[in-house]
């Protein structure tokens, strides 16, 4: 009886000690001799720490093969490997045939396999210039251009 009344007694000035403890989600540090924001003090502040605490935990989580997406899309950019500028293909009309439909839509990026969103702009840059030129027709995907590949 008296074991359970001690533990008890134990439990509630715990309890009481928790109660005057603020939660460490709740303040932020402040060391000496620092400038504070008034932004620093605002509920604002602790969602935009919150935030990036998730966001650095995700990426703990990402397996390091699928860490650099972009530099393994980078890789496989024919443009990039051989160091060539899609913007400067505009008088080649049988390279800028391969990235039109047969209607003569310029191809979205996703169906473009190999190219980073880098050399797809340049590239639909060039093959509007090429149908501002006369090269390239604006309606139909050339199969002149189509039959010397």
């Keep these: 009886m008296i074991n ?26 402040f060391r000496e001799k620092t400038v504070y924001d008034p932004f620093d003090f605002s509920m604002a502040k602790l969602k935009l720490t919150r935030k990036f605490q998730k966001r650095s935990m995700q990426s703990e989580e990402i397996p390091k093969e699928h860490r650099n997406y972009r530099s393994v899309k980078k890789q496989k950019d024919k443009f990039i490997r051989y160091q060539i500028d899609p913007s400067k293909l505009v008088v080649f009309p049988t390279i800028l045939t391969e990235y039109l439909s047969p209607t003569g839509q310029i191809n979205h990026l996703d169906s473009c396999v190999g190219l980073s969103a880098k050399s797809h702009k340049r590239l639909v840059k060039a093959i509007k210039r090429a149908r501002n030129l006369g090269i390239l027709s604006p309606i139909a995907r050339d199969l002149y251009f189509k039959q010397l590949n």
């Design 4 to 29: 359970t009344a001690l533990s008890q007694e134990l439990e509630i000035s715990k309890r009481k000690k928790d109660l005057g403890r603020i939660d460490a989600n709740f303040h932020a540090d």
